[in-house]
């Protein structure tokens, strides 16, 4: 696109003329034919059966995607992930769980425009997410203090304080490292 056409669309929807050499670049523009009552919906499907049908309103981010994470020599996950964030009140939007995914599953997303979706399972605000990933966080750590505690107890004899191997030393056939 030229200058001028740039220049020409901005005028268009509001945005002053400018100087392209002086004035810093254009915002980015979403032009859309859309009724004030419509949005953007995504219909997600898998294998031919409806899941859900997602949308925020005017003002937000609708994500559908598939993903596959793994390591040499396990299967790994597939996941389908639903979701969005509501820009108006900054909550961050889940639907019901998607069905689980495997290798041969058709997964299909249509984007229509539409005035009614299903209603959100789950509304967060950033404050709710940050408790929630600090709770998550505390008992992953309680759980992997565990698993060191039960490791150390497993590889290492006990522990003997110095006076309690002064007494085995004392006692006749005893040795110094404690019987080990």
């Known amino acids: 696109m030229s200058i001028q056409a740039l220049q020409q669309t901005a005028g268009r929807v509001g ?103 299903d209603t959100p399972t789950d509304r967060k605000t950033p404050a709710q997410l940050r408790e929630e990933e600090q709770a998550f966080l505390t008992e992953m750590e309680a759980e992997h203090q565990a698993r060191i505690r039960r490791k150390i107890d497993e590889e290492l004899p006990p522990f003997r304080a110095p006076w309690e191997l002064e007494q085995r030393e004392a006692e006749p056939g005893a040795t110094a490292d404690g019987g080990a």
């Open 15 to 117: 945005f002053p003329r400018f100087n392209a050499l002086a004035a810093p670049p254009l915002p980015s523009l979403v032009v859309r034919p859309q009724e004030a009552s419509q949005m953007i919906a995504f219909i997600v499907s898998v294998n031919g059966q409806r899941v859900c049908t997602i949308g925020v309103g005017d003002s937000g981010v609708l994500g559908a995607h598939v993903s596959w994470s793994g390591g040499s020599g396990e299967a790994g996950d597939l996941d389908l992930g639903i979701g969005g964030l509501d820009t108006r009140t900054d909550e961050h939007i889940r639907w019901p769980h998607p069905p689980e995914i495997k290798v041969g599953d058709t997964v299909s997303v249509q984007v229509i425009e539409t005035d009614t979706v």
